[in-house]
C-alpha cells in the first residue's frame, strides 16, 4: 500500500487559515470513506473531519464551522479548509479512513503550528 502524503502546513497567527492537501492512494478512500486527524504534542490522534458518504460529512466539535473537508476524486486528492485557526489546532496533521477497519499505511503528516 502507498502511503498518503500530506502538506500545505505551516506557521500561522491566531485567526489565521491553512488549506492542507493528502495526495492518496485508492486504499485511502476505500467506500469513498476518508478522514483528517490532528495529533497535538503529547495526545492521541483524533479525527477532526471525515467523509462518511457521498458528499455528507463529519466534524468534531472543537473545529465545527472553522474547518472544510473536501476532495477531488479525479485526482486521488483530499483538502482541510482551516479557518479562525487557535492556537489548541496545533499538531500535526494526517489523512487515513475514518473506520480503522479500512484505515492503511499512515504517512508522515503535516505540521501546523498556531500562535498566540
Known amino acids: 500500500q502507498v502511503q498518503p502524503v500530506e502538506s500545505g502546513g505551516g506557521s500561522v497567527q491566531s485567526g489565521g487559515s491553512l488549506r492542507l492537501s493528502c495526495a492518496a492512494s485508492?486504499?485511502?478512500?476505500?467506500?469513498?470513506?476518508v478522514g483528517w486527524y490532528r495529533q497535538a504534542p503529547g495526545n492521541k490522534r483524533e479525527l477532526v473531519a471525515s467523509?462518511?458518504?457521498?458528499?455528507?460529512?463529519n466534524y468534531a466539535d472543537s473545529v465545527k464551522g472553522r474547518f472544510a473537508i473536501s476532495r477531488d476524486t479525479a485526482k486521488n486528492t483530499v483538502f482541510l479548509q482551516m479557518d479562525s485557526l487557535k492556537p489548541e489546532d496545533t499538531g500535526v496533521y494526517y489523512c487515513?479512513?475514518?473506520?480503522?477497519?479500512?484505515?492503511?499505511?499512515w504517512g508522515r503528516g503535516t505540521q501546523v503550528t498556531v500562535s498566540p
Open positions: 467523509i462518511v458518504s457521498g458528499e455528507n460529512t
Open positions: 487515513n479512513s475514518p473506520v480503522p477497519l479500512f484505515q492503511g499505511p
Open positions: 485508492e486504499s485511502t478512500w476505500r467506500f469513498g470513506l
